[in-house]
């Protein structure tokens, strides 16, 4: 069981959570990137590998016996912050299409590269697994 954490005078988050409180077993991924299980990216469109990237958080989740229901946070690196702005609409539907519309706690940060030279995002993924 996960409870959102927001200050009752705060205004309301858009599709993030301020904070999260959860208990149970943990699973970390790492910096996962847009390509395919065999290393392969098949596009270089930021909301495309955003999607790529989501389905593989989603597929080590699995492995995990966890689901996207399970994570309380999202830490999104990505090269361009006007790229990710640029396509915020087409980011969100590739959100809601593989997470649904569970919000955990993310924070996003512009980095001046990733060691992968086509991956336009990076993100690393926390979840707990209720006890």
Do not use: C
């Not at 991956?119 to 926390?126: D, G, L, N, Q």
């Amino acid at each position: 069981m996960h409870d959102q954490l927001h200050p009752a005078t705060w205004k309301r988050a858009v599709g993030y959570a301020n904070g999260i409180s959860a208990r149970g077993r943990m699973i970390f991924t790492g910096g996962l990137v847009g390509w395919d299980a065999d290393q392969h990216f098949q596009t270089d469109i930021f909301a495309g590998q955003v999607r790529q990237v989501l389905e593989n958080i989603v597929a080590v989740l699995a492995e995990g016996g966890a689901g996207p229901e399970h994570l309380v946070r999202l830490t999104w690196y990505v090269t361009d912050k006007q790229e990710y702005l640029a396509a915020l609409r087409e980011v969100g539907e590739a959100y809601r299409a593989v997470i649904g519309r569970h919000y955990p706690a993310m924070a996003l940060v512009q980095v001046a590269g990733l060691v992968e030279d086509r991956a336009r995002v990076e993100i690393e993924a926390t979840a707990v697994v209720p006890d």
